[in-house]
């Protein structure tokens, strides 16, 4: 009979011989990497006014919220990000959750029981999926952006209460959903459309507004809009957007929501400030696009939607070399191994950032090209070896 060491020790065994054992690097604060492995895509995280704003709402406040939100943890910081995420977003309510990852979990498990059917896109994120398998609804798996197949699912849903899920901006092949195509479907269907924006948020649409602003779907009935504030914000926290009536329904029902402490009141100061420094300077998403283009040019592959550029590498193992041949020289990227991507293929994932000044930009577009003419064979841009959906993982 095996112990659990010895059941752990095997599992270790079987993710190193695969190339897929991960460790955690501690960071230190004077790190000097050209770093294009984060998410603080608008150089936001450490922007002057949004550190003041987060150190003072520290010392005015506490280091934590200390309690959850309806408790005593809603402060007047909490209320305020609410009502200005939801006009800048063209939302009518707003709700701030402690991570993204709650936010998406709250609204889908606080939407879907039993008797809902929800339709999810194989692509969207692991939180997407663990609310999906939390809700205990029933769970239909669509292939990737495929409208005919979305509306084929809603025909069959027998009256139940529908859900579909997606992302504006995927995480990891930097396409987009067809969201006006989904929209039609839903609402034909009498359908909710969760589409999270964690990608979209600052990135696109006016001044940064996301995509369903950019498509004029932001005050739609039938779509819910979920996000990050830990990625163009360079924040913390996520927040559900929708309707008063919605956000009622989840302060009342999403257990994420009720049972956890809120956010902090520092990382609540800093998303806000954040979102007032990007209101302010509407141009600041348009720089994205330039640097990714180039970006994508200068490495030979195609263009991400977003912020994120994920680069195809033959095997686990070599995604982590090419990773490791970067950092070596003063470039830190991230990399996307089994089972994190939907389609099986590593990639390493490099993230376009708008704080770096011009030099070390250019650095790192040097270091990058060399490393991936040196690592990468090569593969194609559709599955390999077999379909990985998210759902798989």
Same mark, same amino acid.
């Given at each position: 009979?095996?112990?659990?060491?010895?059941?752990?020790?095997?599992?270790?065994?079987?993710?190193?011989?695969a190339g897929l054992q991960r460790v955690l690097r501690p960071r230190a604060a004077d790190d000097d990497l050209i770093d294009l492995a984060n998410n603080d895509?608008?150089?936001?995280?450490?922007? /002057?006014?949004?550190?003041?704003?987060?150190?003072?709402?520290?010392?005015?406040?506490?280091?934590?919220?200390?309690?959850?939100?309806?408790?005593?943890?809603?402060?007047?910081?909490?209320?305020?990000?609410?009502?200005?995420?939801?006009?800048?977003?063209?939302?009518?309510?707003?709700?701030?959750?402690?991570?993204?990852?709650?936010?998406?979990?709250?609204?889908?498990?606080?939407?879907?029981?039993?008797?809902?059917?929800?339709?999810?896109?194989?692509?969207?994120?692991?939180?997407?999926?663990?609310?999906?398998?939390?809700?205990?609804?029933?769970?239909?798996?669509?292939?990737?952006?495929?409208?005919?197949?979305?509306?084929?699912?809603?025909?069959?849903?027998?009256?139940?209460?529908?859900?579909?899920?997606?992302?504006?901006?995927?995480?990891?092949?930097?396409?987009?959903?067809?969201?006006?195509?989904?929209?039609?479907?839903?609402?034909?269907?009498?359908?909710?459309?969760?589409?999270?924006?964690?990608?979209?948020?600052?990135?696109?649409?006016?001044?940064?507004?996301?995509?369903?602003?950019?498509?004029?779907?932001?005050?739609?009935?039938?779509?819910?809009?979920?996000?990050?504030?830990?990625?163009?914000?360079?924040?913390?926290?996520?927040?559900?957007?929708?309707?008063?009536?919605?956000?009622?329904?989840?302060?009342n029902r999403a257990r994420p929501f009720i049972f956890d402490t809120a956010l902090a009141p520092a990382a609540a100061a800093g998303a806000l400030a954040a979102?007032?420094?990007?209101?302010?300077?509407?141009?600041?998403?348009?720089?994205?696009?330039?640097?990714?283009?180039?970006?994508?040019?200068?490495?030979?592959?195609?263009?991400?939607?977003?912020?994120?550029?994920?680069? /195809?590498?033959?095997?686990?193992?070599?995604?982590?070399?090419?990773?490791?041949?970067?950092?070596?020289?003063?470039?830190?990227?991230?990399?996307?191994?089994?089972?994190?991507?939907?389609?099986?293929?590593?990639?390493?994932?490099?993230?376009?950032?708008?704080?770096?000044?011009?030099?070390?930009?250019?650095?790192?577009?040097?270091?990058?090209?060399?490393?991936?003419?040196?690592?990468?064979?090569?593969?194609?841009?559709?599955?390999?070896?077999?379909?990985?959906?998210?759902?798989?993982?």
């Amino acid at each position: 009979m095996s112990t659990w060491a010895d059941w752990l020790a095997a599992q270790r065994t079987a993710r190193e011989a695969a190339g897929l054992q991960r460790v955690l690097r501690p960071r230190a604060a004077d790190d000097d990497l050209i770093d294009l492995a984060n998410n603080d895509y608008l150089g936001l995280g450490g922007h /002057p006014a949004v550190r003041r704003s987060a150190a003072d709402a520290a010392l005015r406040w506490g280091a934590g919220a200390g309690a959850s939100r309806l408790v005593t943890g809603t402060t007047t910081l909490h209320a305020e990000l609410e009502r200005e995420l939801a006009g800048f977003t063209g939302r009518e309510a707003a709700l701030v959750f402690s991570t993204g990852y709650h936010a998406n979990l709250s609204a889908v498990t606080a939407l879907a029981d039993r008797d809902t059917l929800i339709v999810s896109d194989a692509h969207v994120h692991a939180s997407l999926i663990d609310a999906a398998r939390l809700s205990r609804a029933a769970i239909r798996v669509v292939a990737h952006n495929d409208v005919a197949a979305v509306r084929a699912e809603l025909a069959a849903a027998g009256g139940r209460r529908a859900l579909v899920l997606t992302e504006s901006v995927f995480s990891v092949l930097g396409d987009t959903a067809p969201l006006v195509e989904l929209t039609e479907v839903c609402a034909a269907r009498d359908a909710l459309l969760v589409v999270d924006e964690a990608h979209g948020l600052g990135v696109l649409g006016d001044g940064g507004r996301g995509v369903l602003h950019r498509l004029g779907l932001h005050d739609h009935p039938h779509v819910v809009m979920t996000a990050t504030l830990s990625k163009s914000l360079g924040a913390m926290g996520g927040a559900v957007l929708g309707s008063a009536a919605l956000v009622d329904h989840l302060v009342n029902r999403a257990r994420p929501f009720i049972f956890d402490t809120a956010l902090a009141p520092a990382a609540a100061a800093g998303a806000l400030a954040a979102l007032r420094v990007l209101r302010g300077a509407p141009d600041l998403p348009a720089r994205i696009h330039e640097r990714g283009a180039e970006l994508a040019g200068r490495l030979g592959v195609p263009r991400s939607a977003g912020a994120v550029l994920s680069v /195809p590498m033959p095997s686990p193992r070599r995604a982590v070399a090419a990773q490791a041949e970067a950092l070596a020289a003063g470039v830190r990227v991230g990399c996307f191994r089994p089972p994190s991507v939907p389609d099986g293929i590593s990639r390493l994932r490099i993230t376009t950032h708008v704080g770096l000044d011009e030099a070390r930009w250019a650095r790192a577009i040097e270091v990058l090209a060399r490393v991936i003419a040196d690592r990468a064979e090569p593969a194609p841009w559709g599955a390999r070896g077999g379909q990985i959906t998210g759902y798989q993982q």
